[in-house]
């Protein structure tokens, strides 16, 4: 069965300490990874897509990097205002429709 | 100049009651959707439409009918509102096709009392 798990739950951070976010996926063939931000009472808002191993994307302080089984999502000397949940979603070969996780809470702390 | 709009934002309503959440794209395309966000945060795709016909359709009960007028516009009908439909309803759009970005609308809070 097709799915994603997102650790930790939430992670706590202090104002430029680094740290990454996982995204461990199982599907029967990768279409896509997408990593999306929720500020709350909001929408998701897209950050990337990675579509093969070994392939990273980088914004601001973000860098997301893809293997064949998990994702990352750096955060590089995080401020305040990357608080958010960080939502992580594949899309499989055998269908366009995404897949998922529960995401992770970010809190940083001044 | 926003994406994709939903209304409304907040609704609270008694159980039994009948509502309509309503969404409309300006980005130009062809597949929209509609997410339920539940407290744990889990996105759960419900229906998506593309070019005004319904592709998807998870099991979802049949108190929820979506309508799409045209592929601008895709409307939530929920019928005989229960406790448990409490919960973020989004609303999204993308173009069809292998690994294309959706956008999301920012959400309607839905409380049934």
């Known amino acids: 069965e097709d799915q994603v798990t997102q650790s930790p739950e939430a992670l706590r951070l202090q104002e430029g300490e680094s740290s990454s976010l996982n995204c461990s996926y199982t599907?029967?063939?990768?279409?896509?990874l997408f990593w999306y931000r929720q500020d709350p009472g909001k929408g998701p808002e897209f950050l990337f897509t990675l579509y093969s191993a070994g392939e990273e994307k980088e914004k601001e302080r973000l860098k997301a990097t893809l293997t064949k089984k998990e994702s990352f999502l750096h955060i590089t000397a995080p401020k305040p205002e990357d608080s958010a949940t960080y939502l992580c979603?594949?899309?499989?070969?055998?269908?366009?429709?995404?897949?998922w996780g529960a995401g992770t809470k970010l809190i940083i702390k001044p | 100049d926003t994406a994709v709009s939903q209304t409304p934002k907040y609704l609270v309503t008694q159980m039994g009651n009948d509502k309509s959440i309503k969404c409309e794209q300006n980005l130009g395309h062809d597949t929209m959707y509609w997410y339920k966000q539940d407290s744990k945060k889990f996105l759960k795709i419900m229906f998506s439409y593309n070019n005004k016909e319904l592709i998807i359709n998870e099991t979802v009960p049949n108190r929820f009918s979506p309508k799409s007028p045209d592929k601008a516009h895709l409307n939530l009908h929920i019928n005989s509102l229960e406790l448990g439909d409490s919960a973020v309803y989004f609303c999204?759009?993308?173009?069809?096709?292998?690994?294309?970005?959706?956008?999301f609308g920012e959400g309607s809070w839905l409380t049934v009392v």
């Open positions: 979603a594949v899309q499989a070969e055998s269908n366009y429709q995404l897949i």
């Open positions: 999204a759009s993308s173009w069809t096709g292998s690994g294309n970005t959706i956008y």
């Open positions: 599907v029967s063939g990768l279409r896509g």
